[in-house]
Protein backbone atom coordinates (compact mmCIF):
# COMPACT_ATOMS: atom_id res chain seq x y z
CA UNK A 1 0.00 0.00 0.00
CA UNK A 2 1.27 3.53 -0.80
CA UNK A 3 0.19 6.36 1.37
CA UNK A 4 1.05 9.92 0.08
CA UNK A 5 2.30 12.35 2.62
CA UNK A 6 2.72 15.84 2.61
CA UNK A 7 6.34 17.53 3.45
CA UNK A 8 5.90 20.39 5.83
CA UNK A 9 8.73 22.89 6.97
CA UNK A 10 10.28 19.82 9.81
CA UNK A 11 10.29 17.06 7.84
CA UNK A 12 9.38 15.55 11.30
CA UNK A 13 6.56 15.40 11.18
CA UNK A 14 4.50 13.49 7.87
CA UNK A 15 1.00 14.07 8.04
CA UNK A 16 -1.37 11.83 5.60
CA UNK A 17 -3.36 13.85 2.79
CA UNK A 18 -6.36 12.28 3.98
CA UNK A 19 -6.53 13.26 7.40
CA UNK A 20 -5.96 16.75 6.86
CA UNK A 21 -9.07 18.18 6.77
CA UNK A 22 -9.88 16.18 10.17
CA UNK A 23 -8.13 17.93 12.98
CA UNK A 24 -11.19 19.29 14.94
CA UNK A 25 -8.79 21.26 17.72
CA UNK A 26 -10.47 24.74 18.35
CA UNK A 27 -13.74 24.08 16.53
CA UNK A 28 -15.82 23.72 20.03
CA UNK A 29 -13.90 27.12 20.61
CA UNK A 30 -15.22 29.26 17.60
CA UNK A 31 -18.99 27.82 18.09
CA UNK A 32 -18.84 28.62 21.50
CA UNK A 33 -18.06 31.86 20.12
CA UNK A 34 -21.03 32.37 18.27
CA UNK A 35 -23.32 30.40 20.82
CA UNK A 36 -22.76 32.47 23.79
CA UNK A 37 -23.24 35.60 23.13
CA UNK A 38 -27.17 34.38 21.73
CA UNK A 39 -27.33 32.69 24.87
CA UNK A 40 -26.64 35.26 26.91
CA UNK A 41 -29.13 37.78 25.16
CA UNK A 42 -31.63 35.13 25.47
CA UNK A 43 -31.25 34.61 29.07
CA UNK A 44 -31.07 38.53 29.44
CA UNK A 45 -34.23 38.72 27.64
CA UNK A 46 -36.17 36.02 29.40
CA UNK A 47 -35.26 37.76 32.95
CA UNK A 48 -36.01 41.04 31.32
CA UNK A 49 -39.69 40.25 30.57
CA UNK A 50 -39.91 38.00 33.78
CA UNK A 51 -39.14 41.09 36.20
CA UNK A 52 -42.01 43.21 33.65
CA UNK A 53 -44.27 40.75 34.13
CA UNK A 54 -43.43 40.79 37.83
CA UNK A 55 -43.76 44.27 38.00
CA UNK A 56 -46.92 44.58 35.66
CA UNK A 57 -48.79 42.12 37.96
CA UNK A 58 -47.59 43.96 41.18
CA UNK A 59 -48.76 47.29 39.84
CA UNK A 60 -52.36 45.77 38.93
CA UNK A 61 -52.65 43.98 42.21
CA UNK A 62 -52.01 47.65 43.84
CA UNK A 63 -54.45 49.00 41.71
CA UNK A 64 -57.06 46.40 42.90
CA UNK A 65 -55.93 46.95 46.76
CA UNK A 66 -56.36 50.70 46.42
CA UNK A 67 -59.61 50.23 44.57
CA UNK A 68 -61.04 47.62 47.39
CA UNK A 69 -59.87 50.04 50.48
CA UNK A 70 -61.36 53.30 48.44
CA UNK A 71 -65.21 51.35 49.21
CA UNK A 72 -64.90 52.16 52.67
CA UNK A 73 -64.82 55.79 52.13
CA UNK A 74 -67.77 58.02 52.60
CA UNK A 75 -67.07 60.64 50.31
CA UNK A 76 -64.23 61.73 47.87
CA UNK A 77 -61.80 63.01 49.74
CA UNK A 78 -61.81 60.08 52.37
CA UNK A 79 -61.68 57.39 49.44
CA UNK A 80 -58.41 59.28 48.28
CA UNK A 81 -57.09 59.36 51.63
CA UNK A 82 -57.64 55.56 51.91
CA UNK A 83 -56.73 55.45 48.17
CA UNK A 84 -53.64 57.08 48.84
CA UNK A 85 -52.46 54.64 52.26
CA UNK A 86 -53.37 51.35 50.31
CA UNK A 87 -50.82 52.23 47.38
CA UNK A 88 -48.14 53.84 50.20
CA UNK A 89 -48.64 49.82 51.79
CA UNK A 90 -47.98 48.64 48.00
CA UNK A 91 -44.84 50.35 47.85
CA UNK A 92 -43.08 48.35 50.17
CA UNK A 93 -43.82 44.87 48.54
CA UNK A 94 -43.09 46.80 44.72
CA UNK A 95 -40.62 44.10 43.26
CA UNK A 96 -38.40 46.73 41.74
CA UNK A 97 -36.86 49.81 42.74
CA UNK A 98 -38.29 53.57 42.03
CA UNK A 99 -41.57 52.72 43.68
CA UNK A 100 -42.01 55.73 45.53
CA UNK A 101 -42.29 57.51 41.86
CA UNK A 102 -46.07 55.11 41.21
CA UNK A 103 -48.46 58.35 40.50
CA UNK A 104 -51.81 57.68 41.51
CA UNK A 105 -54.82 59.09 39.44
CA UNK A 106 -58.05 58.61 40.49
CA UNK A 107 -61.88 59.66 39.11
CA UNK A 108 -65.80 58.64 40.06
CA UNK A 109 -68.32 58.68 37.72
CA UNK A 110 -71.82 56.90 37.83
CA UNK A 111 -71.62 55.03 41.00
CA UNK A 112 -68.05 53.68 40.10
CA UNK A 113 -64.70 54.56 41.14
CA UNK A 114 -61.41 54.00 39.47
CA UNK A 115 -58.21 54.00 40.47
CA UNK A 116 -55.29 54.10 37.84
CA UNK A 117 -51.75 53.91 38.58
CA UNK A 118 -48.67 54.81 36.20
CA UNK A 119 -45.19 53.52 36.42
CA UNK A 120 -42.48 54.67 34.01
CA UNK A 121 -39.95 52.01 33.83
CA UNK A 122 -37.13 54.59 33.61
CA UNK A 123 -37.43 54.85 36.86
CA UNK A 124 -36.28 50.91 37.49
CA UNK A 125 -32.65 50.48 36.89
CA UNK A 126 -32.93 47.25 35.88
CA UNK A 127 -34.91 48.14 33.18
CA UNK A 128 -32.28 50.86 32.04
CA UNK A 129 -29.98 48.04 32.05
CA UNK A 130 -31.31 45.52 30.07
CA UNK A 131 -30.36 44.90 26.08
CA UNK A 132 -33.70 44.01 24.58
CA UNK A 133 -36.94 46.70 24.09
CA UNK A 134 -39.65 46.21 26.90
CA UNK A 135 -43.42 46.91 25.21
CA UNK A 136 -43.88 50.41 26.25
CA UNK A 137 -41.52 53.26 28.46
CA UNK A 138 -44.45 53.26 31.03
CA UNK A 139 -46.97 50.80 32.52
CA UNK A 140 -50.30 51.58 33.67
CA UNK A 141 -52.99 49.86 34.92
CA UNK A 142 -56.29 50.70 36.40
CA UNK A 143 -59.06 49.01 38.80
CA UNK A 144 -62.80 50.10 39.24
CA UNK A 145 -65.12 49.07 42.12
CA UNK A 146 -69.00 50.06 42.39
CA UNK A 147 -69.43 52.00 45.59
CA UNK A 148 -73.11 52.19 47.09
CA UNK A 149 -74.72 55.36 47.42
CA UNK A 150 -75.22 55.93 51.30
Known amino acids: ?31 AAFAVPLLVLLLTGILG ?9 SLQQAANDAARSAVAGLDAGER ?10 AR ?14 TSESGGYYKVTLR ?11 LPVALPGGELERSAVVRITAS
Not at 49 to 57: L, S
Not at 119 to 129: D, G, R
Open 80 to 89: RTLVDQSVIA
Open 1 to 31: MVRICRITTDSASLRPLGTAGADQRGSVLVE
Open 92 to 105: SAFPVQGAQTIAVT
Open 49 to 57: YGCWFMTAH
Open 119 to 129: FHLANAPIFAA
